[in-house]
Structure formats: C-alpha cells, structure tokens
C-alpha cells in the first residue's frame, strides 16, 4: 500500500471556507478511486467525495453538492476538497484515501464500493464555530 497525507484543515467561522488537499505516494496515481471521508464528534466516519482519478469523474453526496467540491492534479498526484460556507456540523476530522482496485469506471462507482478503500492518512482536524 501507498501512503496518504492530507494538508489544509483548521480552524473557521460558519460561512467560511478551507481546501483541503491530499497527496499520495506508491501509486501509480492515475488508477485509483480517490475519497473523503470525515468523522464528526460521537458519529461514524462516512464517505462524502469520491474521484475516479483515470477519467476524471467526480461525485459529492447530494446533502453536500451545493457546497462541497473534489477535484485533482494529476500532474502534482493531488486530490483536493473544496469547502464553502461551512456549519457547525462539518466540524470533524477529515481523511482522504485510496482504494486501487475500483477505479476506471465512474466516481459513483467508486462511492458504491466504498469497503475498498483500504488506505488511509491521518486525517486533519476540521472546526467550524458558529
């Protein structure tokens, strides 16, 4: 397995922004199913974003899609997550992995097939204040 390193987190008021950004090393970039999950106090870590780094599609739940956004640099092997008018409730922490085997097909596939993703950075502390 390769490594993950995620970049960006903080410290914001409700209604600001941060981009996260995370890099991989181990891989070969361009064939794997790139995530976000994040993790807030006293919940389950889930699934929110998901790039399919081959043909470049993407996918944000829906609860998310009018203010989260992932993309990548294929060239800097970085996947990144733009978040706007952030809330309380976004608070958690936020990890980015890699699942090797899923990619090719649609960034929703690679949501669907979720239990691949096997691994994972240390994630980075995101806190929103109301």
């Known amino acids: 397995l390769g490594q993950l390193a995620e970049s960006g987190g903080g410290s914001v008021q409700a209604g600001g922004s941060l981009r996260l950004s995370c890099t991989t090393s181990?891989?070969?970039?361009?064939?794997?199913?790139m995530g976000w999950f994040r993790q807030g106090p006293g919940k389950e870590r889930e699934l929110i974003a998901t790039?399919?780094?081959?043909?470049?599609?993407?996918y944000v739940i829906e609860s998310l899609q009018d203010r989260f956004a992932i993309s990548q640099d294929r060239n800097k092997e970085t996947t990144s997550l733009q978040m706007q008018n952030l809330k309380a409730e976004d608070s958690g922490i936020y990890y980015c992995?890699?699942?090797?085997?899923?990619?090719?097909?649609?960034?929703?596939?690679?949501?669907?097939?979720?239990?691949?993703?096997?691994?994972w950075g240390p994630g980075t502390q995101v806190t929103v204040s109301s």
């Open positions: 790039i399919d780094t081959a043909g470049g599609s993407d």
């Open positions: 992995a890699a699942d090797a085997d899923s990619w090719g097909k649609s960034a929703r596939y690679c949501y669907e097939t979720l239990k691949a993703f096997n691994a």
């Open positions: 181990g891989y070969y970039y361009r064939h794997l199913c």
